[in-house]
Antibody, heavy 117, light 106 residues
Framework: EVQLVESGGDLVQPGGSLRLSCAAS????????MNWVRQAPGKGLEWLSY????????HYADSMKGRFTISRDNAKNSLYLQMNSLRVEDTAIYYC??????????WGQGTLVTISS | DIQMTQSPSTLSASVGDRVTITCRAS??????LAWYQQKPGKAPKLLIY???SLQSEVPSRFSGSGSGTEFTLTISSLQPDDFATYYC????????FGQGTKVEIK
């Protein structure tokens, strides 16, 4: 069974940092591109960042550039999102998403990040 | 950046109704348009890709149409399991979602 399990969500003060992880199983992780998507409470979906299957190519939504860093470890079947200089408006559920033919075909259950003082 | 605009934001309907949701792109995205369904507390699920192709195991009451900048998702006969929020997504240039349409019980 294809599975993506996010972890690392927490309550953090504004200005703080957090590293999210996503553990993949049930498929050959190194063959797939991956993304991070978030959803603020009661709001819509927002694409954040992309990473190629090898990890050599990354892209970010303009609003994330400079604060967030996506990475992966194919030996550990894991995807990461390093988030710095966190703001109240970064409060959201963060989803790890598998990409197939440019489509988001498999989603994790999400991990909640809360930014508050 | 490509912006996606859905309408309506909320739709009240009854079981058996035909439902249509519209999605407009700020520039042409050819046929690179997908639809996702999200139920409360759950992750989104891919329903339709390339405007009108149904993802595996998606019921045939769902259909999609359009091209260029204007697209529609139609549910031919609304079922209890279909009450959810629907998002369009362009994948012509990176990815952008519409703001969502909540289909609620009338």
């Amino acid at each position: 069974e294809v599975q993506l399990v996010e972890s690392g969500g927490d309550l953090v003060q504004p200005g703080g940092s957090l590293r999210l992880s996503c553990a993949a199983s049930g498929f050959t992780f190194s063959n797939y591109e991956m993304n991070w998507v978030r959803q603020a409470p009661g709001k819509g979906l927002e694409w954040l960042s992309y990473i190629s299957s090898s990890g050599t190519t990354v892209h970010y939504a303009d609003s994330m550039k400079g604060r967030f860093t996506i990475s992966r470890d194919n030996a550990k079947n894991s995807l990461y999102l390093q988030m710095n200089s966190l703001r109240v408006e970064d409060t959201a559920i963060y989803y790890c998403v598998r990409v197939r033919l440019q489509l988001f075909d498999c989603w994790g259950q999400g991990t909640l990040v809360t930014i508050s003082s | 950046d490509i912006q996606m605009t859905q309408s309506p934001s909320t739709l009240s309907a009854s079981v058996g109704d035909r439902v249509t949701i519209t999605c407009r792109a700020s520039q042409s995205i050819s046929s690179w348009l997908a639809w996702y369904q999200q139920k409360p507390g759950k992750a989104p699920k891919l329903l339709i890709y390339k405007v009108s192709s149904l993802q595996s195991e998606v019921p045939s009451r769902f259909s999609g149409s359009g091209s260029g900048t204007e697209f529609t998702l139609t549910i031919s006969s609304l079922q209890p399991d279909d009450f959810a929020t629907y998002y369009c997504q362009q994948y012509n240039s990176f990815w952008t979602f519409g703001q969502g349409t909540k289909v609620e019980i009338k």
